[in-house]
């Protein structure tokens, strides 16, 4: 931050981590936008169809992440377990099981998602067969 006590970001100041993969919708990462130095935070939109299904899971051992869907229902794998989350839901991963994330529905969702902001996030991927189709 400059000295004046804070910031701002637009939309188009935050870097789309998902701007490589084309129809997978968008996740702005608005920390280095915004100069944060405690706190990384996201903000993803999740088309119809779209996550972690089908493909690997991951954890940040060490580093608590929390999930909070703004609109939408997104489905959770986390470890074995399997579950939604509608709007106004948090869950906070605690870095110590590998988890993925997928809208399994027919309209978009958007999720928060912050975690505190760790130089070289750690980060373990599983195996592709993580979360079957």
Known sequence: MDGKGYSVAQR???????????????????????????VSFSWRLMPPDTGGRGSYGHRHPGVEEVYFVMAGTLTFKVGDDVFEAGPQTAVCMTGDVPYSVHNDTDA??????????????????????????
């Open 12 to 38: 188009e100041d935050a870097v789309d981590q998902m701007a490589r993969w084309p129809g997978f919708g968008e996740m702005r990462w608005y920390t280095e936008a915004l100069g944060a130095e405690g």
């Open 108 to 133: 978009d969702a958007e999720v928060f998602i912050f975690n505190q902001k760790v130089e070289n996030l750690p980060t373990e991927q599983t195996d592709q067969d993580f979360w079957p189709s």
